[in-house]
């Protein structure tokens, strides 16, 4: 009994991880009909906007990677061709590899979280680089500032009170003075499209992300009081 107890445990340590990152890949991975283009093009026009026009953008089964030796990035058909905030984060991640670290020889066969944050494995510091350059390209730090200031009014972070709280959910106050769950603030300030009379396109809608994603970025940013 405690040999296979043991055994469990040791196949949730491994797999798990795995597991977690083929579900935020899926979560992500719906086609966005505003994109103005695929993982493949993005890839491109960066790579090209970059003078890096030497180095190919090319199709792969074996999983999202950029090869050093033929100076190639790869990703599978789906990232590759498809308009999803999968496909343009990951697209995003492989030219962060190449801007940031253009000596490193492992860089193939990478399987990427979208965005910086919703990872829970241990990841290579490199890796969380890559993420990173990937979340400022698609939600750079100040576009999003001046973005978030002009619709929630504040010349620095904003700060959560009776009336602020109240403005962005009067059903539910206590909430958002007293969040019990990570993000709780952040997620309605991504999602919000009103406050104070006023009507907007959210944050999200703005970026092009998902509410969590964009949530992720404000907490980066530390646009909110704690």
Same mark, same amino acid.
């Given at each position: ?13 491994? *797999? ?8 935020? *890949? ?57 308009? &999803? ?7 995003? $991640? ?6 940031? $670290? ?88 991504? &999602? ?9 396109? &959210?944050?999200?809608?703005? *970026?092009?992300? &998902? ?16």
């Amino acid at each position: 009994m405690l040999v296979a107890l043991l055994a469990v445990i040791v196949g949730i340590v491994i *797999f798990a991880p795995q597991l977690w990152t083929r579900r935020v *890949f899926a979560q992500y991975s719906g086609p966005r009909p505003d994109y103005p283009g695929t993982g493949g093009e993005l890839a491109r026009h960066l790579l090209n906007r970059l003078d890096m026009a030497h180095i190919t953008v090319g199709m792969t089964e074996k999983g999202d990677h950029y090869d050093p030796e033929t100076k190639t990035v790869r990703l599978t058909p789906d990232h590759f061709s498809g308009k &999803s905030l999968t496909a343009v984060t990951i697209a995003a $991640h492989e030219v962060g590899h190449i801007v940031l $670290h253009p000596d490193e020889k492992r860089l193939d066969f990478h399987r990427d979280l979208p965005i910086q944050g919703l990872e829970r494995e241990v990841r290579d510091p490199i890796e969380k680089e890559a993420d990173y350059f990937a979340a400022c390209l698609l939600m750079p730090r100040a576009y999003v500032a001046q973005q978030f200031r002009a619709r929630f009014l504040c010349d620095g972070q904003f700060i959560f009170d009776q009336n602020t709280a109240y403005m962005l959910r009067p059903y539910d106050v206590e909430s958002l003075l007293y969040p019990r769950r990570p993000l709780q603030r952040e997620i309605v300030l991504a &999602s919000a499209k009103t406050i104070a009379g006023r009507h907007f396109d &959210s944050l999200a809608q703005v *970026f092009r992300v &998902s509410i969590e994603t964009m949530a992720i970025r404000i907490k980066e940013l530390r646009l909110v009081r704690t």
